[in-house]
């Protein structure tokens, strides 16, 4: 462990120097330093100010932190390689690719590539990264980029593309099945550690590089619980709509509620720094 713990400050030591990343003198100071520029965010510095971006959360806001200029063309070469690496192993698989083997995948196939050292640190700069520092003030479940997923301890759930874990997921599932109805389906399950980096940094990128804003609607590595057991439901036919406030206008949303299932992770007005997600399924485990 106190190896470990060595070898993540190194690193992170490391990608700062190396990649040229600018740290704000205050933050040099505290016990653990920020890659990211900016002071550590709270709600309650103003809620009133909190409750208005977590409402627009598609939106870019004053005081968000941005990518560093000069880390933008790593960040980018390392998304194009990520969505190469899932284009290679498939998208149900890529749930629970763990990063040791999309690493070795991606070495091995030149149509993706070996991920070079720049792009590595940059990987474990944002895992390791606080996510506090640009507004997500969530548990991290995660702790080690390494977690792995073992096969033998999940099940893929026909006609989703999904994983579920048989100890604690699956038996919910069924449950919810027989109780709501064939309209419910599963629209995300297990999320490995490389599935949420590409999530995220998608997301990231199609923000221009805003990380608070990405990480209003989607935990960054490490944070997700769906490494740890939630999933995601939704209304058949529904699509897109799904991951949006309409759902809770559907049928399905509505049998949940009246049958207390939705325990949610993130609820309305939650002091996360999360958006409102009714369609999350909350996991009662140790974290």
């Known amino acids: 462990m106190v190896e470990s713990m060595k070898r993540r400050h190194l690193l992170k030591t490391l990608g700062a120097g190396c990649l040229g990343m600018t740290v704000?003198?205050?933050?040099?100071?505290?016990?653990?330093?920020?890659?990211?520029?900016?002071?550590?965010?709270?709600?309650?510095?103003?809620?009133?100010?909190?409750?208005?971006?977590?409402?627009n959360f598609n939106k870019p806001h004053d005081g968000d932190v941005q990518l560093?200029?000069?880390?933008?063309?790593?960040?980018?070469?390392?998304?194009?390689r990520l969505r190469r690496l899932q284009k290679l192993v498939g998208h149900g698989n890529f749930n629970i690719l763990n990063f040791t083997d999309g690493l070795a995948l991606a070495r091995n196939y030149p149509k993706v590539g070996k991920f070079p050292k720049e792009e590595l640190k940059f990987l474990e700069i944002v895992f390791y990264e606080d996510g506090q520092r640009y507004g997500f003030m969530g548990?991290?479940?995660?702790?080690?980029?390494?977690?792995?997923?073992?096969?033998?301890?999940?099940?893929?759930?026909?006609?989703?593309?999904?994983?579920?874990?048989?100890?604690?997921?699956?038996?919910?599932?069924?449950?919810?099945?027989?109780?709501?109805?064939?309209?419910?389906?599963?629209?995300?399950?297990?999320?490995?550690?490389?599935?949420?980096?590409?999530l995220f940094l998608n997301k990231v990128y199609e923000s221009e590089g805003n990380l608070s804003l990405a990480s209003r609607s989607l935990a960054p590595p490490g944070y997700s619980f769906h490494g740890?057991?939630?999933?995601?439901?939704?209304?058949?036919?529904?699509?897109?709509?799904?991951?949006?406030?309409?759902?809770?206008?559907?049928?399905?949303?509505?049998?949940?509620?009246?049958?207390?299932?939705?325990?949610?992770?993130?609820?309305?007005?939650?002091?996360?720094?999360?958006?409102?997600?009714?369609?999350?399924?909350?996991?009662?485990?140790?974290?």
């Open 24 to 55: 704000a003198p205050e933050l040099l100071a505290a016990a653990a330093r920020g890659h990211f520029a900016g002071k550590i965010y709270s709600p309650d510095d103003g809620l009133k100010d909190y409750l208005h971006k977590i409402k």
């Open 228 to 287: 740890n057991g939630d999933f995601d439901v939704g209304q058949k036919g529904y699509g897109k709509l799904n991951f949006t406030g309409t759902f809770t206008e559907t049928d399905v949303y509505k049998k949940l509620a009246e049958l207390g299932y939705l325990k949610l992770r993130y609820p309305e007005d939650n002091r996360l720094g999360v958006r409102y997600e009714p369609w999350h399924i909350k996991i009662n485990v140790s974290v």
């Open 139 to 198: 548990q991290k479940p995660i702790t080690e980029i390494t977690e792995q997923i073992k096969k033998k301890d999940v099940l893929k759930i026909p006609r989703s593309g999904n994983f579920l874990y048989k100890d604690r997921s699956v038996e919910l599932f069924e449950e919810i099945k027989k109780e709501v109805g064939d309209q419910v389906i599963l629209t995300s399950g297990i999320r490995s550690v490389m599935k949420q980096f590409l």
């Open 68 to 80: 560093e200029h000069n880390l933008y063309q790593t960040f980018e070469s390392t998304v194009m």
